[in-house]
């Protein structure tokens, strides 16, 4: 049983940067996690993930502006998002994937979700 609770969003204008937190409920985390987001009207999608070997994957939309890292003596997840642009408005999601050491974004299977955290971005 993880349980996991997302922070840090907001509404920012274009260019500017927002870090998101995830605080996790278990010490020790040997599986992935990561990040996923979900605009309204489209499909959700994973936007980066961090396996416990250190490997990260990131969706292209994102690749070179956000940055997925954890600090394992607080449990925690962070996204750092640069360089916002409106079209990365969305619903934020922190995910884990007990099952797996490391995925690729398009093959992360959460089995544990935190509640979501809004980011807008305005131009």
């Known amino acids: 049983q993880v349980q996991l609770k997302e922070s840090g969003g907001g509404s920012v204008q274009a260019g500017g940067s927002l870090r998101l937190s995830c605080v996790s409920s278990?010490?020790?985390?040997?599986?992935?996690m990561g990040w996923f987001r979900q605009a309204p009207g489209k499909e959700r999608e994973g936007v980066a993930v961090l396996g416990a070997d250190g490997i990260t994957s990131y969706a292209d939309s994102v690749k070179g502006r956000f940055t997925i890292s954890k600090d394992n003596a607080k449990n925690t997840l962070y996204l750092q998002m640069n360089s916002l642009k409106p079209e990365d408005t969305a619903m934020y999601y922190c995910?884990?994937?007990?099952?797996?050491?490391?995925?690729?974004?398009?093959?992360?299977?959460?089995?544990?979700w935190g509640q979501g955290t809004q980011v807008t971005v305005s131009s």
């Open positions: 995910v884990a994937d007990t099952g797996a050491v490391a995925a690729l974004v398009e093959g992360l299977e959460p089995d544990y």
């Open positions: 278990d010490t020790e985390i040997d599986y992935a």
